[in-house]
């Protein structure tokens, strides 16, 4: 059964830290490209960073030196380390694992509040 379950959102301060998990089943975790995206209330849902399987990473510029993405093909598994959080991050993170267009699934998010 195909699955992307992430975890490790939750509340914190401004200039807190959260890491975040995505585990995925049903798929050949190793051949995919896999990406956290985001959406805040009433906007649309952006790229934060992706990992191809040759491990080529891209950051948006909002979040560039802040969040750190990997990933542990052994373990099925694609991390992000969000330091340095800003209540603009506040948001449903989306875990996203692509090999095709037909081939492309996500997670059902997990909800990061950056507030005081």
């Known amino acids: 059964q195909l699955q992307l379950v992430e975890s490790g959102g939750g509340l914190v301060q401004p200039g807190g830290s959260l890491r975040l998990s995505c585990t995925t089943s049903?798929?050949?975790?190793?051949?995919?490209?896999m990406g956290w995206y985001r959406q805040a209330p009433g906007k649309q849902r952006d790229l934060v960073a992706s990992?191809?399987?040759?491990?080529?990473?891209n950051y948006a510029d909002s979040v560039n030196g802040r969040f750190t993405i990997s990933r542990d093909n052994a373990k099925n598994t694609v991390y992000l380390q969000m330091n340095s959080l800003k209540p603009e991050d506040t948001a449903v993170y989306y875990c996203?694992?692509?090999?095709?267009?037909?081939?492309?699934?996500w997670g059902q998010g997990t909800q990061v509040t950056v507030s005081s």
């Open positions: 996203n694992a692509r090999r095709d267009v037909i081939n492309d699934y």
């Open positions: 990992i191809t399987s040759g491990g080529r990473i």
């Open positions: 049903g798929i050949i975790f190793s051949i995919y490209n």
